[in-house]
């Protein structure tokens, strides 16, 4: 059963910056050919794509978020990491990451096969 943990959300005044990690277990083996997306939720919204990483390195990110966050991975850890830089109060959300291994449309949260259970992330103005 492949298992996703989230780590690193807190509170951070608006301009700051937070690293956010997700470690995955139960499948050590193929960590390096899933694909491994971040999605957040703020309060009352809907769940909205933030970035992804492929198994190759190639990375994708929301409008929002681009040019501020940048997503990397370390398969010999079986991790993969949210850097969020020049953070504002409207990043305020709960934050998850999730993993993939044979879809394509990554931005969508509906591909995407194990989720973690989220860290809270909260930017103060």
């Known amino acids: 059963q492949v298992q996703l943990a989230e780590s690193g959300g807190g509170l951070v005044q608006a301009g700051g910056s937070l690293r956010l990690s997700c470690v995955v277990s139960?499948?050590?083996?193929?960590?390096?050919?899933?694909?491994m997306g971040w999605f957040r939720q703020a309060q009352g919204k809907e769940r909205e794509f933030v970035a992804y990483i492929t198994w190759t390195g190639i990375t994708y990110y929301g409008d929002s978020v681009n040019g501020r966050f940048t997503a990397s991975r370390d398969n010999a850890q079986n991790t993969v990491y949210l850097q969020m830089n020049s953070l504002n109060p409207e990043d305020t959300a709960v934050y998850y990451c999730a993993a993939d291994r044979f879809g394509s449309r990554w931005h969508l949260e509906s591909e995407y096969d194990y989720w973690g259970q989220g860290t809270q992330v909260t930017v103060s103005s």
């Open positions: 139960g499948s050590e083996s193929t960590f390096s050919i899933y694909t």
